[in-house]
């Protein structure tokens, strides 16, 4: 892209990079993209984009070459990008003024390419049950998931949790929180994606054009709420789900689907006692523990449909529409 637009976003052969001291080269197999790319694309997001910028964070590929002094990995490993590469563990770096977002496909430059040189420490191993498809969705998606249900979670072992949506945070919350022993309700538009979503583990399915999905998840509990929500609405929806979430409930903000303004009733959140919990991905620790459990778990990313790296347009009028897990593009 040399600007801001979906109609600069075009195919561009250029030089291939060399790694310097400290960094890799990494031959890109696949790039998963996320609703935030689509933004970015097409607004900037509000950063301050160095042009020519390639857009998209999440790759899996394997390194090609090793510059000087660079020892974390070695040619012919299978790795995968880490979103927020400079937060290995920890809080963030930033303070109240100024919080964090320093991200590839932002801040840094982006992954839709042939090739990228980056330094070593922005790569995790790709775990060895996924194939470079499945691994490239990992990144942004799974952390999210895992960072906001399995790390700042606490135990899930006969809770409710309530997963809004079946987009690709959504669905590695539903197979996590089966995992850890909860209970999962998802709530979706969709009857299909609904009968998807159970078919996958869901316990129940609520259908939000049919019904209050607030108080079909009372209800369903008996009125005693969810004790863990992933809300990707966010806007008013945060509201809502401070009406669903139980005594000492927990609710994950994970999405701004509604709007970057959240509102909601104080009165329950105090009364309740709930913690919100902002959720802006996770760090490369989280996402090397989240490596090794996909491996032990078994866990398999759902990936709705993948485009070849010249249909990238047609893969972002899919994230308009809506998609069942993830969307992929085949790079190499």
Request: aromatic share 6%; glycine share 14%.
């Amino acid at each position: 892209m040399d600007a801001v637009g979906r109609d600069r976003l075009k195919l561009e052969t250029v030089e291939k990079p060399k790694p310097g001291p400290g960094e890799v080269l990494v031959r890109v197999a696949a790039a998963s993209l996320n609703y935030r790319d689509k933004l970015v694309i097409e607004t900037g997001f509000g950063l301050p984009l160095a042009f020519p910028f390639t857009p998209a964070s999440d790759l899996a590929g394997v390194v090609e070459a090793a510059g000087e002094g660079a020892a974390r990995f070695k040619p012919g490993d299978r790795v995968i990008s880490a979103f927020i590469p400079e937060w290995i563990s920890g809080l963030n770096k930033g303070n109240a003024r100024t919080p964090p977002y320093r991200t590839l496909g932002g801040i840094f430059p982006g992954v839709l390419s042939d090739y990228v040189v980056f330094p070593e420490g922005w790569f995790t191993a790709t775990p060895a049950s996924l194939d470079d498809a499945q691994a490239s969705t990992l990144p942004v998606a799974g952390v999210t998931a895992w960072f906001a249900l399995m790390e700042r979670g606490g135990s899930l072992l006969g809770k409710t949790v309530v997963i809004q949506g079946t987009g690709g945070v959504s669905l590695f919350g539903l197979q996590l929180a089966k995992a850890g022993g909860a209970q999962v309700i998802v709530t979706s538009s969709s009857v299909d994606k609904l009968a998807r979503a159970k078919a996958m583990g869901a316990d129940h399915g609520i259908d939000r054009s049919q019904e209050d999905w607030v108080e079909a998840v009372l209800r369903l509990t008996g009125d005693r709420g969810a004790d863990h929500i992933v809300e990707i609405a966010g806007g008013a929806g945060l509201g809502r789900s401070i009406q669903a979430a139980a005594m000492g409930g927990r609710i994950s903000v994970v999405g701004v689907m509604e709007g970057f303004e959240v509102s909601g009733p104080v009165g329950p959140i105090m009364l309740k006692g709930l913690t919100i919990q902002g959720i802006g991905v996770g760090h490369r620790t989280a996402q090397e523990a989240f490596g090794r459990a996909v491996d032990d778990l078994g866990l398999k990313p759902v990936i709705d449909r993948r485009y070849a790296f010249e249909d990238v347009q047609a893969a972002l009028d899919h994230l308009d529409r809506g998609a069942f897990g993830k969307i992929v593009v085949d790079v190499g």
